[in-house]
Structure formats: C-alpha cells, structure tokens
C-alpha cells in the first residue's frame, strides 16, 4: 500500500502528497489516465457532433493560429 503524507503548504491549508512505492501503483495511474483521456476525447467528439458551428469556428481559428506560426 501507498505512502500517504500530510503537510501544510505555504498558506497553512493541509495537502496530502502520495508517493508511489510500487511500480503497480505506476500502473494504475497509466490505467486511470488513459481511461480520463479516452473520456476526454469522446466528451470532445460528442460536443463537436451537438455544436458543429462552435466546431466549425474552433476549426478556423486553429487553422489562422497555425498560419500566423508557420514560416517559409
């Protein structure tokens, strides 16, 4: 089982910090992160899919960022 440490930060609130101990606790928090990344993907498919003109917008506005950093 995983370390867990209470501290005070700078502002005198309570934090507490987790220090892996093992490399399934590694593991675990690989799984747990692709598991909230494929989440977040979806979540960003269905809004594109509820709101194309936001979408469509967001597109553009991507498109002229990338232009404005591009050099020849």
Request: no cysteine.
């Amino acid at each position: 089982m995983a370390k867990t440490q209470r501290r005070e930060t700078p502002r005198g609130e309570r934090s507490s910090t987790h220090e892996p101990s093992q490399p399934d606790n590694q593991s675990e928090r690989l799984r747990r992160r692709a598991a909230f990344l494929r989440d977040l993907a979806e979540a960003r498919e269905l809004r594109a899919r509820i709101r194309p003109r936001r979408t469509r917008l967001a597109r553009l506005r991507d498109a002229l960022r990338r232009s404005t950093y591009r050099t020849s």
